[in-house]
Each structure stands twice: as C-alpha cells, then as structure tokens.
C-alpha cells in the first residue's frame, strides 16, 4: 500500500515521501496515529505543497542562523573579573556569563550553543565558538580585563 508520511519516520522516510509500506501497518499504525495519509492524486497535491512550504521556512532559517553568526563573528564582548595578588582570578567566566553579556548586547541565543571547553580561570582574550545551527557557527571574541 502506498501512503504519503507527515513526519520523518525513521527507517521509513521523511515528511511527504511517498513509501509502499505493508497494509495492516498503514491502517492499523500510521494513519490513526496521523503520521501518514493514502497516497491519492488530492494527498499527493497536498504533500508537495507541505514540502515546498517545509523546504521554504529551512531556507528562512537557514539564512537568519548564518546572518547570527556572521553577527556573532563580528561581536567582541569584554567581561570584568576582579583579580587578586598575582593577577589570579577569584572564580571563573562561564557560558553563563558569555550568555549574560550577549543578552546585554541584544544578541539572543541558546546558552547551550556556547562551546566553552573549560570556564575561563585567567585574564586574557578567547575566542569561543558559538554552534547555532549545523551549518551556521561563530567565533565570539571574549576579552577577560581586571575590573
């Protein structure tokens, strides 16, 4: 039976591909759980235009993730620490004060797209790369200065 699937379906196919699939699985899985449709001429219309839509919004995104982290790439934050005797640090900056400065900044994005391997223990400047999407990552500059 061919049915046309709503959503990636691992092993199966993603969202408006068209799949020959065992039919006591189409009628008594897929369907009632709404993740596939009969593959009718209507469906089948109805199919391409989602997938067109879908492939529409992921250019979208796609272009405003790379115009993020062409932004991102461009930005220079400078976070004060205060220091002691030898210039060493009292505590650390963490992804969550690279989040906070950047949020000052007006740039939101997911704390978690910040890669900092180890919190920043010195004084200093860092480069620290920022993961927004798959295609799309930026390389934040971090000047760490004495407050």
């Known amino acids: 039976m061919d049915i046309i699937l709503l959503e990636n ?4 196919g993603d969202a408006g591909d068209v799949v020959t699939v065992k039919p006591g699985y189409a009628r008594n899985k897929l369907i009632p759980d709404g993740v596939a449709l009969r593959a009718s001429k209507r469906n089948l219309a109805v199919a391409d235009e989602r997938k067109r839509v879908v ?6 995104e796609s272009e405003a993730y790379i115009s993020l982290s ?3 790439s461009k930005t220079e934050l400078t976070i004060e620490a205060q220091v002691g005797d030898d210039e060493k640090m009292f505590g650390s900056i963490t992804s969550i004060d690279i989040h906070k400065a950047l949020t ?3 740039i939101v994005i997911d704390r978690h797209a910040i890669k900092l391997d ?7 400047i860092y480069h620290v790369p920022v993961k927004i999407s798959t ?6 500059k971090v000047y760490v200065i004495k407050a």
């Open 135 to 140: 295609e799309a990552t930026g390389d934040l």
């Open 9 to 12: 379906i691992q092993g199966l």
């Open 70 to 72: 062409n932004k991102i």
């Open 104 to 106: 000052e900044k007006e």
């Open 55 to 60: 492939k529409m919004r992921e250019n979208r």
């Open 118 to 124: 180890q919190p920043i223990k010195s004084l200093g």
